[in-house]
Each structure stands twice: as C-alpha cells, then as structure tokens.
C-alpha cells in the first residue's frame, strides 16, 4: 500500500443539489473557489403539484411532478465549507424555494490528492442562515417505482423535497446463484434532508409504510450534516394565499435560526429508531474509482466482511491536471458496522493502489443509524 494513502485527511465534503439550468452556474462557482475536482451525476426531484379543483366543494388536487437536476460533489478545507457553502447559496441563490439545496459533511478522505490552494478571498457573503442539526436519510430500493413510494410518504408529510437517483446494486446478489434473476441489479435511491429530532420518526414511517421490512425490501441510513441550505418547496401550483406554507416555515426557520421548533414525531424519542430493526455504529464508505473498476473495489470489500455496494455512474470535472485525464468514474457506496471498518478500509486502500495515476479516493462518514431486513 503506498504510503500516501497511510493516514485519512479531515476534509469537508460539499453537495450541491440544483435544478439543471443552473448547471453552468454552479460549475463555474465551483471553479473559481478553487475546487480542484468535481464529480457529476444525473438526479430528479420530487414535488407536490396542487392542481384547482374540478369542483369547489372536492378541494385541490394533488399529483407529483418530477424535475431535472443534477448533484455536485466537491470535497474542501474544513475552514473553507462555511465560504464554499455561502458562495454557492448567493450565487445560485439558493434561499429561494425551487433551486436547490446545498449541504456540508465532516469526512476523512484518504487520497493522492492534496487539499485545493489558492482559493480566492474577495468575496462578501450576504446574511443568512446557514441551517444546522440536520440530517441526510439515504434509501436503496430494488423494486421499481420503490423510491417514489418512500418520495410520496415525505412529501405527504411536507418533511422535504426528495432527491432521486439510479445506481447498480452488487454484492449480495452475486452471492444468490441462480436466484439472483429474482433481484434486478437495478437500485433506485432517494436522498432527503430532514431536521435531526425528526429523523426517527421519518425512518420508521419510510420503513413501516414503505414496506421495507420485507426481504429485498430495501435499505435505509442516516448521516449527519454539518450545515445546511434547504430547497423547501415542497408543493408547486394553485396557491390559495399570499404566502405557501414553505415559504412560512423557513421564515420562522430564519427568525428561530435552525430547524428545532419543526418537531413532527413527539413521543418517539423513548423508541428506538425505526423500532428494533435498525442498527447503529455504522459507517458510509465511499469510493471514486476509474470507470469499469468498481466490481474490483467490491470484491475487495466484500472479501473483508463487506455485503455488498451500489454503484453509480458519474462524471468528473477536472480543473486540474491531477486527474489522469479521465472524465467517466464510477461512485460505490458501502454501508458497514464500524467493527469491520479497518479491514474494509485496507483491502480498498490496496485495491487503489493499482489505479493511483486516476486518483483513486475514498471517503469514511459516520452511519449512526442503519435499517436492512433481517431474519428473524
């Protein structure tokens, strides 16, 4: 293993999660922070449109309405994230409903990467509030049309905009012989930020009434964030007043600064989360390897105690020349209890090894609460 991967560095991963037009925008905000790499992948989100009724006396009518977006990766300085955040927030103007969000997590990478220099320091951002005690559910489904029914529960609930993506389950599948034809490889996931005091009661809906809790149901964890700007329009349409109810909720959010007055799901806090079917001390690992590399990096990880990994395809933006020229990447994340996490970890390290000139990376994020079917 070489030794520049000995040690992790504490970095700050940043998310930018944006409407596609404001793709141009949000590359360039990127690059002249001085971001040295970004990665690129497709998404949809999800919103409640409210159609007039068909008759007054039947109320307004309610459908989903999916939208175009595209997710932003970058990682940066600790010191840089409230900067990179607040840059990304005026500049996009992300604290007007229905452009996105933008959000922020403690990580340690390992990689042959040094952290980005250089950055400039001009600019002024405006007041705002940058939202804090949040945190990112993460859910991988199999069944298809699996993450729109867990996106219908939220929205229900007005608990966020859903973010939806498309990645490629391996792992366990692999294990089952001939009854893997029974399991598409094909995983659908859904990305939705939440106030924390409400992740659990959140979780344990999203399992409960999206069935999770059957085999192959799907797979659900938490991670926290450090800040936060949140898309909060959660309903588009027919508007029967001056102001929508997102429109109210992040005032006060902005008046109470942070989002600990939204409790939703009082009395749970003496359940544990999702009942007792979750798991805690986990972690998120994350790996960035060259495209057509990752079943190696899976084998590697399973070897060691790993179930398995969903991959997804993603594109890098180099403003560099540290990347080895390659712009089509592959993203795989593993969630695994943190017992097995030095071995996972190693066998991962070695496997890059082989492809350093790309840049291989790997990133480690606290999973403190995990929900896959056991049997019983």
């Known amino acids: ?15 930018c999660m944006v409407h596609q037009r404001l793709n141009p925008v949000t590359v360039e905000t990127l690059r002249r922070f001085g971001a040295h790499t970004v990665l690129t992948e497709s998404a949809r989100c999800v919103r409640q449109e409210s159609l007039p009724p068909v008759f007054r006396i039947l109320g307004n009518r309610m459908r989903q309405q999916d939208a175009p977006m595209d997710i932003f990766r970058t990682t940066v300085e600790p ?5 990179a955040v607040q840059r990304l927030r005026d500049t996009l103007e992300l604290d007007k409903p229905g452009r996105g969000s933008v959000f922020v997590q403690d990580i340690q990478e390992y990689s042959l990467l040094a952290p980005p220099e ?9 007041e705002g509030i940058l939202l804090n005690d949040l945190t990112l559910i993460t859910g991988i489904v199999s069944q298809a049309g699996g993450a729109e029914a867990l996106a219908r529960i939220a929205l229900r609930l007005g608990a966020g905009v859903p973010v939806l ?7 366990i599948r692999d294990r089952l012989g001939l009854l893997r034809i029974a399991i598409p490889p094909e995983k659908e996931l859904i990305h939705l930020i939440v106030p924390s005091q409400d992740a659990p009661g959140l979780m344990r809906l999203m399992i409960d009434e999206g069935r999770l809790d059957r085999p192959g149901g799907g797979f659900l964890y938490q991670t926290r964030l450090r800040a936060a700007v949140v898309d909060s329009l959660v309903r588009i349409g ?3 007043h001056a102001a929508s109810m997102e429109q109210i909720i992040a005032a006060v ?13 009082a009395g749970m806090d003496s359940v544990q989360e999702g009942g007792s079917k979750t798991r805690r001390n986990h972690r998120e690992v994350v790996f960035i390897c060259p495209e057509g590399r990752s079943d190696a990096f899976v084998q590697a990880a399973m070897n060691t105690g790993a179930a398995g990994a969903t991959v997804t395809k993603v594109r890098c933006l180099s403003f560099s020349d540290v990347e080895g020229g390659i712009a089509a990447r592959e993203r795989g994340v593993l969630c695994i209890p943190s017992s097995r996490e030095e071995g996972v970890i190693e066998a991962l390290l070695r496997e890059a090894d082989r492809d350093a000139e790309y840049a291989t990376r790997i990133q480690v994020l606290d999973a403190p609460s995990v929900f896959s079917h056991q049997r019983s």
């Open 1 to 15: 293993m070489s030794d520049s991967f000995a040690a992790p560095r504490e970095v700050v991963r940043i998310t």
């Open 118 to 126: 250089g950055r400039e320091r001009d600019h002024s951002p405006e």
């Open 79 to 83: 010191a840089d994230a409230t900067e």
């Open 165 to 171: 993506t498309l990645g490629e389950g391996t792992g």
């Open 238 to 240: 027919h508007q029967e």
């Open 253 to 265: 959010d902005d008046l109470k600064r942070g989002t600990g007055w939204r409790r939703r799901f």
